[in-house]
């Protein structure tokens, strides 16, 4: 029998064997082990965040869900609580604690392992850089890591990472980020009993998550809470309180406060193209955007308005499915077992709503009764709401888009029972009918000083439609084309007053053998015009004289200073007419030239990126639209300040150039310029002239009466008056056949552009195949562009223009006004309302004064080219 001697001298040998076998093993795997050196400064994998200009989280991107907090933003409760459940000793051990690694050893041999030999650190160890693998050599592993661990950071340091680094569930990994997903708070905001239950997810983040399963996601919290109150940090009653409180966690989203998805899949594309897809996703980037929240969603209200108010006009076109539907009739001895009179079942409504996905405003309904003045609905979650009549009364029968039925008379010309339909709130008890829009739409706005992105909706849902048909739609511009057929005809030395002859054209063409004859639309004929009046009523046949008068490779040439790809532009005629197909962002985009006098700017949607850390490391610099000789002055200016410069007065002459930028962006009309990034000038692709003169003509196509010629005369524009802004501009557009209608407009500061049409112009219809246009109603009449796109392009401009004070479009030198006679454009002494002030470029005015027979002085196309 052995003495105590021996048994002491034997358990010092093992003591010592064992020792000496640890620095065997360790020697043999040091060379594998990862250096921790890395912990003290983490890259945290964090999501993309998208932000609007001023501040508000638009969407998120990426796979892992986390918050990084320091230890200093976590509760007290928090820390009790996983310190209590994870690892009592923390603060008392080495990163090993040998009492719970002994506890799981003798579990081990008596094959009753429970866990509960890893310690903080060492989870720490295995979450930065381990597998998951059950083996004791990964286990020594982690045994000297969190030795090393524990020798270079401190305590509160390592509980700081693994607080922020542990899996928790739901793609969640940290507290910060668990306490969005399972609840949709801050950390700071969480109870005793949703701490617990938070603190209770490492053990099984996936099988005790409150979402996947409340009950035993309350025994785990029972486990916590009792750990808590054994250790003293906290009292009975509130171990009572949290322990009877309900489980109340279900999935949460981030906290999105603007919803635009069609903004932030762009950024998102733009961040994957800088970035690449790991690091976009995992780099905690936060992008602020150029788009301010409030135009954004002024521009998504607009455009779904417009669209729901199109629809409506153009008829019901029924249920989106029925119910049990009934047959017409019965054959010989068929019995109907299924009456108009069953009711319809809650589970049927249940099964059949939990299907559907709600749009915008439009929430999925089963009707549920119907009477001569009004019919019920019920809702998925079986509540019920009433559609009055006048809440359905719109609903004549869509028959085609040109013809609609007659005025339904009752509810049961509309709807029946077992109707699955759409509806949109009037108030909490009752709704309208509605249903999802066919058509589809776009409308972008930017700053013409430098083309930063103030708006864009690239449809009714992205829900629906991912596609963006802001910048991925090309479709035929129309009318809206003419601008800049009509600034290159100012180009070659025409003016506002120059009169061109609004009569028909028959043009041979010797390839099909039949004569090409554009019209007006409607086709009405003034006989002489001028420029001025022709532009603000649209005239197409003006458009083609202008055109041939500067040539189709002039004209090509010219207009891809705008921006305009010469690939897009047909050589020929039908340009003049707007077959040209471009993106609304393409139009935008030219446009603002115009509103800015004269330079091509470049759109852009990302202002500034921060890293995970909140530093800058993008900031956007964009062209500006400002004259050259001001930035030399600045240039200049700041130059002096700095040779100026003295130690006493440092602070105040660091600020002095500063203000002068600031001041220098005012007088040259452009948006705020990073007094550290030098002013980069935007092109100048035509005259600050040319650009002035377009934009009086435009603003005619709104405020035309003003000039005109006969009582009653008004733009196509004009239903823009209601804006009560003298200071905008702007053009409508409509393609042949109505397939498309625009408007884009502006005002000093921002430019627009609205676009309505069907995505696929052609579709089956029962037996009939045609190509699907805007068509028209029967109590308004046609689709064009002033009725199909303009509403949109008012509606966001009553917001946005809020946002701009009043600014009359400033007059460039070289431009002076002189007294002309309407019907000639000549000079004239009289003063009466045959006369009129107009625009020239200097040295472009007239000479003459008017005389009776004007004949002569009418601008025409060269007489071969048409055939009368």
């Given at each position: 029998?052995?003495s ?13 064997a064992?020792?000496?076998a ?8 040091r ?15 964090t ?30 409760q ?8 994870e690892d009592e ?29 890893s ?27 969190s030795?090393?661990i ?17 899996a ?17 708070k ?23 998550n ?8 309350r ?5 916590v ?7 003293e940090?906290?009292?009975?009653a509130?171990?009572?309180e ?21 903004v ?5 594309q733009e ?10 996703y995992t780099?905690?980037y ?13 521009a ?6 417009n ?12 249920p ?23 009711p319809v079942?809650?589970e ?31 809702f ?28 339904p ?5 509309i ?18 009918l509605?249903?999802?829009?066919q ?10 000083d ?16 991912e ?16 601008p ?18 609004d009569?028909?054209?028959?043009k041979?063409?010797?390839t ?33 004289r ?31 007419l ?9 139009v ?8 800015n ?7 852009y ?10 530093d ?17 002055e ?8 700095s ?42 692709v ?35 008056r209601?804006?009560?802004r ?26 627009a552009?609205?676009w ?18 805007l ?20 509606t966001f ?25 309407k019907?000639t ?44």
């Amino acid at each position: 029998m052995f003495s105590l001697k021996n048994l002491f001298k034997l358990a010092l040998i093992g003591f010592f064997a064992g020792v000496i076998a640890l620095i065997i093993i360790y020697i043999s795997m040091r060379d594998e082990l990862p250096s921790v050196e890395s912990l003290k400064e983490v890259n945290w994998q964090t999501p993309m965040q998208i932000f609007t200009a001023d501040g508000k989280l638009i969407s998120q991107f990426g796979e892992k869900k986390r918050i990084p907090l320091s230890l200093d933003e976590m509760p007290q409760q928090l820390i009790d609580a996983i310190l209590a459940t994870e690892d009592e000793r923390f603060y008392y051990h080495f990163g090993i604690d040998p009492i719970g690694l002994a506890r799981a050893v003798v579990g081990q041999i008596i094959g009753q392992n429970k866990g509960g030999g890893s310690t903080i650190t060492m989870q720490v160890a295995r979450n930065f850089f381990l597998s998951r693998e059950q083996t004791y050599t990964r286990k020594i592993r982690e045994i000297f890591i969190s030795l090393h661990i524990e020798s270079i950071l401190t305590k509160d340091e390592i509980l700081e990472l693994y607080m922020n680094k542990i899996a928790l569930g739901h793609r969640s990994f940290g507290f910060g980020a668990a306490a969005q997903v399972y609840y949709g708070k801050d950390v700071k905001e969480l109870t005793l009993a949703q701490i617990a239950v938070l603190a209770g997810l490492p053990k099984a983040p996936s099988t005790m998550n409150p979402i996947r399963s409340p009950e035993r996601a309350r025994d785990r919290r029972a486990v916590v809470l009792e750990r808590m109150l054994v250790t003293e940090k906290i009292s009975q009653a509130q171990y009572e309180e949290a322990k009877n409180a309900p489980i109340t966690g279900k999935r949460h989203g981030a906290e999105i406060e603007v919803n635009a998805p069609y903004v932030a899949e762009m950024a998102h594309q733009e961040m994957l193209t800088r970035y690449g897809r790991e690091e976009a996703y995992t780099g905690g980037y936060k992008v602020y955007l150029t788009v301010p929240s409030d135009l954004q969603l002024a521009a998504q209200h607009a455009v779904v308005k417009n669209l729901f108010d199109y629809d409506l006009r153009h008829g019901y076109r029924g249920p989106i499915k029925e119910l049990r539907p009934l047959p017409d009739s019965l054959e010989v001895g068929q019995t109907l077992e299924i009456t108009p009179d069953t009711p319809v079942t809650e589970e049927e409504i249940v099964e059949t709503l939990s299907e559907m996905t709600g749009f915008q405003s439009l929430i999925p309904a089963v009707v549920t009764y119907v009477d001569e003045h009004m019919a019920m609905v019920t809702f998925e979650d079986l509540s019920t709401g009433e559609i009055p009549w006048q809440g359905m009364s719109w609903a004549r029968e869509f028959i085609s888009d040109y013809k609609q039925g007659p005025p339904p008379q009752t509810p049961d010309d509309i709807i029946k029972r077992g109707d699955v339909v759409f509806v949109k709130s009037i108030n909490e008890q009752q709704f309208a009918l509605s249903q999802l829009p066919q058509v589809s739409s776009a409308l972008v706005a930017l700053n013409p000083d430098n083309g930063a992105i103030l708006a864009t909706v690239g449809g009714f849902s992205f829900k629906q439609s991912e596609f963006n048909r802001v910048t991925q739609a090309k479709r035929q511009v129309g009318s809206n084309i003419k601008p800049f057929i009509y600034s290159a005809a100012l180009e070659k030395g025409m003016t506002l007053a120059s009169l061109v002859n609004d009569a028909p054209i028959n043009k041979w063409d010797r390839t099909s053998g039949v004569a090409w004859r554009p019209k007006n639309s409607p086709p009405v004929y003034a006989g002489p015009i001028r420029i001025r009046q022709a532009l603000a009523e649209s005239k197409n046949v003006i458009a083609v004289r202008l055109l041939r008068e500067v040539g189709i490779s002039n004209t090509i040439d010219y207009l891809s200073l705008f921006g305009f790809s010469p690939d897009d532009l047909p050589r020929n005629e039908s340009l003049a007419l707007g077959s040209a197909s471009l993106t609304p962002l393409e139009v935008a985009t030219g446009f603002a030239t115009f509103a800015n006098g004269g330079f091509l700017v470049k759109p852009y949607l990302i202002e500034r990126i921060e890293d995970s850390f909140g530093d800058v490391i993008f900031q956007a610099n964009p062209a500006q639209a400002c004259d050259p000789c001001l930035v030399e002055e600045s240039q200049a200016q700041l130059s002096e300040q700095s040779e100026l410069s003295t130690s006493v007065a440092s602070v105040e002459q660091i600020k002095t150039p500063a203000a002068m930028v600031t001041q220098l962006s005012d007088i040259s009309n452009s948006t705020e310029v990073q007094p550290t990034q030098p002013i980069v000038q935007a092109e100048r692709v035509i005259s600050a002239q040319n650009a002035y003169l377009m934009t009086e003509a435009l603003n005619s196509a709104i405020w035309g009466a003003d000039w005109s010629i006969k009582p009653g005369w008004q733009g196509t524009g004009f239903r823009a008056r209601s804006l009560k802004r003298r200071d905008i501009a702007g053009k409508t557009g409509t393609t042949n056949s109505a397939k498309d209608a625009w408007f884009s407009g502006f005002s000093r500061r921002i430019v627009a552009t609205s676009w309505i049409g069907f995505d696929d112009p052609a579709r089956d219809l029962g037996q009939t195949v045609y190509n699907r246009n805007l068509g028209k109603d029967q109590i308004t009449g046609k689709e064009f562009g002033a009725k199909s796109a303009q509403p949109a392009w008012i509606t966001f401009m009553e917001q946005a223009l809020n946002n701009y004070p009043y600014e009359p479009f400033s007059q460039p030198v070289d431009i002076v006004t002189v007294r002309i006679d309407k019907a000639t454009g000549k000079l004239t002494k009289k003063t009466d309302k045959t006369t009129m002030f107009e625009y020239f470029k200097l040295g472009s005015e007239p000479t003459e004064f008017v005389r009776k027979d004007t004949s002569s002085e009418i601008f025409e196309t060269t007489p071969a080219d048409d055939i009368f």
